[in-house]
């Protein structure tokens, strides 16, 4: 199983960034998918979910608006748009896997898979 997030980079306050994550070594599509990301000192947090099919998004609340979320399961990625960037975005964000697409999308114990992080960093 491999996933590697992409994308990431220093950016100022208001700019966009277009994150990846390429998957392979499972069935994508039967997969909902997830960014969650982890600032310096600060614990994991959760940032957006997408269903198998892409029909259902879920975001936090301190993204929504800003933050979306897709997914092409023709080629096997999802993707984290993020607008308006704000210093406190600042982390180093991770794609996830969820095999069941459990409501409790938020908790980072219901993800089977775990891709290395991208950094983002936003300065003021």
């Known amino acids: 199983v491999q996933l590697q997030a992409f994308g990431g980079g220093l950016v100022h306050t208001g700019a966009s960034l277009r994150l990846s994550c390429p998957a392979s070594g499972f069935t994508f599509s039967r997969y909902a998918m997830a960014w969650f990301r982890q600032a310096p000192g600060k614990e994991r947090e959760f940032v957006a979910a997408?269903?198998?099919?892409?029909?259902?998004?879920y975001s936090a609340d301190s993204v929504k608006g800003r933050f979306t979320i897709s997914r092409d399961n023709a080629k096997n990625t999802v993707y984290l748009q993020m607008n308006s960037l704000k210093p406190e975005d600042t982390a180093v964000y991770y794609c996830?896997?969820?095999?069941?697409?459990?409501?409790?999308?938020?908790?980072?114990?219901?993800?089977?898979?775990w891709g290395q992080g991208t950094l983002v960093t936003v300065s003021s």
């Open positions: 996830a896997a969820d095999r069941y697409g459990s409501s409790r999308y938020r908790e980072g114990s219901e993800y089977e898979y």
């Open positions: 997408i269903s198998l099919n892409g029909r259902s998004t």
